[in-house]
């Protein structure tokens, strides 16, 4: 039998990074609390978003600050007219949200480079095309070139549901290139959703292939930036890593 694993969730480690990074502490019963409320804020944040092309939301948490990072295609679309937008979206996080009051709250808007190579941006434009009663083929070979043109390896749409309001619902799914989802080094780009129309849910996921990395190279996730200059000085220590042995009394 074959067992569906996340792409994005199999590479962690590898070539792809939490999208949660806090202190973990077992003794104390609040990480499934802070868990929770990652989870609830992500669904909140891609909800009040909706339409501004957002790809990650990342959180990060330390001792007395927290700090959710956007990356979006469309920044300006968020931070609006010298930035109301922005304190629109935390005066409604800090409504909705229980956090606690000595914690520094902080969020930062970053720009993609390619909004092409994304797949959760391609997830809500073909969304909000299926949404708009536009045909399934018709936008799917549209994003589906898009993604082409951006130099991607390959790309993979499947739609499941009522598709065009058709009594029976089926499953389609549109192409192109390779998708070696087997292949660890591969660098997959995946997202899952669905578009709310009048005759049903109709559910979509992409998968987009933007090339392979080998050891030694740049890591493209934009997660890793930061990282990769400790991590490069961890495992590039010289000499093998002595063993302990106990002496002999």
Request: proline fraction near 3%; include cysteine.
């Amino acid at each position: 039998m074959g067992h569906k694993v996340n792409p994005k969730v199999f590479r962690i480690g590898n070539n792809n990074d939490w999208a949660s990074k806090w202190f973990y502490n077992c003794r104390s019963q609040k990480n499934v609390g802070q868990l929770k409320q990652d989870v609830l804020i992500r669904e909140f944040l891609i909800k009040k978003l909706k339409g501004s092309s957002v790809d990650e939301i990342q959180i990060e948490r330390s001792a007395d600050e927290m700090k959710i990072i956007i990356y979006t295609a469309r920044p300006g679309f968020i931070i609006g007219r010298s930035g109301q937008g922005i304190e629109k979206v935390k005066e409604t996080l800090k409504k909705s949200f229980d956090f606690n009051k000595k914690t520094k709250f902080e969020i930062i808007i970053k720009e993609i480079k390619d909004p092409n190579l994304s797949a959760r941006v391609i997830l809500e434009t073909i969304a909000l095309d299926l949404e708009k009663r536009i045909p399934y083929r018709r936008t799917l070979k549209k994003n589906i070139e898009q993604v082409k043109k951006a130099n991607a390896q390959g790309v993979k749409v499947v739609v499941s549901g009522r598709l065009d309001g058709a009594e029976i619902a089926r499953q389609e799914t549109l192409s192109y290139g390779k998708i070696p989802l087997h292949t660890v080094r591969a660098n997959i780009d995946y997202a899952q959703g669905g578009a709310q129309t009048i005759y049903g849910t109709i559910g979509v996921k992409v998968w987009i292939c933007k090339g392979e990395i080998f050891k030694g190279e740049a890591r493209p996730d934009k997660a890793k930036e930061e990282t990769d200059g400790q991590r490069k000085k961890f495992f590039n220590k010289k000499g093998p890593v002595k063993k302990f042995t106990p002496t002999k009394k």
